[in-house]
């Protein structure tokens, strides 16, 4: 029990001796966390190139109304189904086939329905937006960790003369703080196309959805 408080009086006394040793486990559980964000704004990135090169370069406003008015004359006849049909026409991108795919089989057509279905719509734009986002962030900040945390070992290789113990930690230093920058800068512009893009669908879905009720 002695010792035990011997310890813990030592590590108040001398903080920098408990935080060298925490800040030294971090770097390996921070460095998976960065080599997979890389990962995953890799397949972002490819998932990103995808919709891009299948977005629908036809749209205009007048297939949008044509498409609205075809859907609102199958709705008074009651065929919900030719109704979803036509509204496909709005545009050949995923988030306003994403919407017409959660209208079903167009049974239930009522201003109440389309606009939740509207609302989850946005709903799921806003959450790949947020995937992409939440990185522009982190990058930087994991990059920074991974490179300042290097640097106290570094520091004690220097001080010993340790040149390749000094050489391996600031290589780690520094091309973790190019990986984390390369992160941040591929979230930014995935997301700010993506957003620009979304916003210009979801418009397409609102303008054809107020021609719909008329």
Known sequence: MKAFLAGVGYYIAHPAALMYP???????????????????????FGRFTIEMLRRDRKRSLIRIEAAARRSRAEITARKGRDAVTNLREISGNWLVAHFVSLLGDGSDMSTARLAKVLAETEMTATKRLDSTRLWIRLGPMIGLATTLIPISPALVALAKGDLATLSAELIIAFSTTVIGLVISAAAFVISTI?????LQDISDIEYALELLEG
Do not use: S
């Not at 486990?25 to 972002?44: K, N």
């Not at 993506?194 to 979304?198: D, G, I, N, P």
């Open 22 to 44: 925490v800040a030294t486990i971090l770097l390996w559980p921070i460095l998976v966390i960065e080599v997979a964000a890389l990962c995953f704004v890799v397949f972002e």
């Open 194 to 198: 993506r957003e620009r893009v979304y």
